[in-house]
């Protein structure tokens, strides 16, 4: 019974999630990647600062995300998405050159960072090193 329910609320969270995700164009599908990301920062700054245990499945999870997330993500940015609900900068349509090595170069912090991540004591730094990453992107390329 209780399977049963969470079951079916999982299956109507999705069925929220796609038409969502269909109308949201480019910039839905690039702040729901975001938010993939997010949620998983958030598990990883609880685990740097005590508040939950480091687990090894979680960590690989969230360096998975992080690969899975930023892979492709230049190509939601198409001409014209600079204008709605949206906090990217105009420098990702101006220095497309620069945003693509800022996605570049966190591809390469994940990569080399994913291995590290996989033991307790190689966490931290590992988790640092990513977010670094991420705050690097977003003084150049989104909006406060
Ligand atoms: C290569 C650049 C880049 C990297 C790396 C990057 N971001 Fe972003 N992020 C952006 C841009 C650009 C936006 C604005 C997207 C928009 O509003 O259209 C954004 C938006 C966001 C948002 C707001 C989403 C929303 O719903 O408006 C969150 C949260 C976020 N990023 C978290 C992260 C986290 C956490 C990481 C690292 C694990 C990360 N980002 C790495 C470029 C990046």
């Not at 492709?72 to 090595?101: C, H, N, V």
């Amino acid at each position: 019974m209780r399977f049963a329910s969470v079951a079916v609320l999982l299956l109507t969270g999705l069925a929220a999630a796609g038409p969502v995700l269909a109308q949201g164009g480019p910039i839905g599908a690039r702040q729901h990647a975001m938010k993939a990301m997010q949620d998983q920062a958030e598990i990883g700054a609880a685990i740097l600062k005590g508040q939950a245990p480091y687990d090894p499945a979680k960590a690989a999870l969230m360096f998975k995300t992080f690969g899975d997330s930023i892979k492709g993500y230049a190509s939601l940015f198409p001409p014209g998405s600079d204008k709605g609900d949206t906090k990217a900068q105009p420098a990702i349509w101006s220095d497309r050159a620069g945003f693509e090595a800022a996605i570049a170069k966190f591809e390469q912090l994940v990569a080399e960072n994913a291995p590290k991540a996989a033991t307790a004591d190689g966490f931290k730094a590992a988790f640092v090193a990513v977010a670094d990453g991420c705050r690097g992107c977003h003084q150049g390329f989104k909006a406060r």
